[in-house]
């Protein structure tokens, strides 16, 4: 048995490296697809379905939507009635007149600025993480070098993924940048260290010749990462091909659909 033999065995880890990559550029290329179908639906095909239903059943929608608008605000005003009637003790005239007057014009009652300020509760405005880099009191060596680490990632993802060089992508391309620089500035703004070395490792792989710096750990984590994305836009499709009836409305039958 030999002990403290010091030796040390390096192994080449290139080829599960080059396979990593090319891994990561055939799942982003289906992302890519998936993406681009799902953006396609809310900006093109759908609005075009609701274009066609309006030309062939306009007059009728807009009587159901009065109608629907009518009853919501009439059964608000008999549902607060209702409680008027049982829990204050009024008669059927006195709370028909309360509830008019507490519903107004909103029939949810209350004001417009109360309601305001209650989703601004309901949403937590106030607790926005700030984008202020000021640090109140003395900072550790290692808090500092985590910062000069943020900063510098920050701004060589500035250099991949800024808007202004869009430009010079394809659509898909300048598309997945953008989800990309989205990121970037919400990770800088929370410090988060770890994700923007995950975001430099995608957009790194996404140019002609990725950096030999990326280690075979962060090439795995990034082809994790796609493959979750990939689940939850398919996931998206069946979901809309089950409950949206414009989903792929391009590629129906018109005549068979308006009977």
């Not at 607790?127 to 202020?132: M, T, V």
Request: proline letters at 3%; aromatic letters at 10%.
């Amino acid at each position: 048995m030999m002990r403290n033999s010091g030796a040390v065995i390096r192994i080449d880890d290139q080829p599960l490296r080059t396979e990593a990559t090319l891994e990561f550029r055939r799942l982003h290329k289906n992302y890519l697809r998936h993406s681009s179908e799902l953006e396609r639906h809310a900006n093109e095909v759908r609005p075009s379905y609701y274009r066609w239903i309006q030309g062939l059943f306009g007059e009728r929608l807009d009587s159901l939507a009065r109608l629907e608008s009518e009853f919501a605000r009439k059964y608000e005003l008999l549902e607060r009635m209702r409680e008027l009637c049982i829990y204050e003790g009024f008669s059927r005239d006195e709370a028909y007149d309360s509830a008019t007057e507490e519903l107004g014009e909103s029939p949810f009652g209350g004001s417009t600025d109360e309601a305001e300020e209650d989703a601004d509760d309901d949403f937590g405005f106030e607790d926005k993480p700030s984008s202020s880099w000021d640090h109140a009191g003395e900072t550790s060596r290692d808090e500092k070098a985590e910062i000069l680490s943020i900063k510098s990632l920050y701004r060589k993802l500035a250099q991949l993924l800024h808007p202004d060089l869009a430009q010079h992508r394809s659509k898909a391309d300048a598309r997945a940048a953008n989800e990309l620089w989205l990121e970037t500035q919400s990770a800088y703004e929370l410090k988060d260290l770890a994700r923007l070395e995950l975001i430099w490792t995608i957009a790194n792989l996404n140019t002609d010749e990725p950096s030999r710096e990326l280690r075979l750990f962060d090439l795995r984590e990034a082809v994790a990462r796609l493959k979750s994305k990939i689940f939850w836009a398919k996931r998206e499709k069946r979901s809309l091909a089950k409950s949206d009836p414009s989903w792929r409305f391009d590629k129906k039958d018109k005549n068979a659909l308006a009977k």
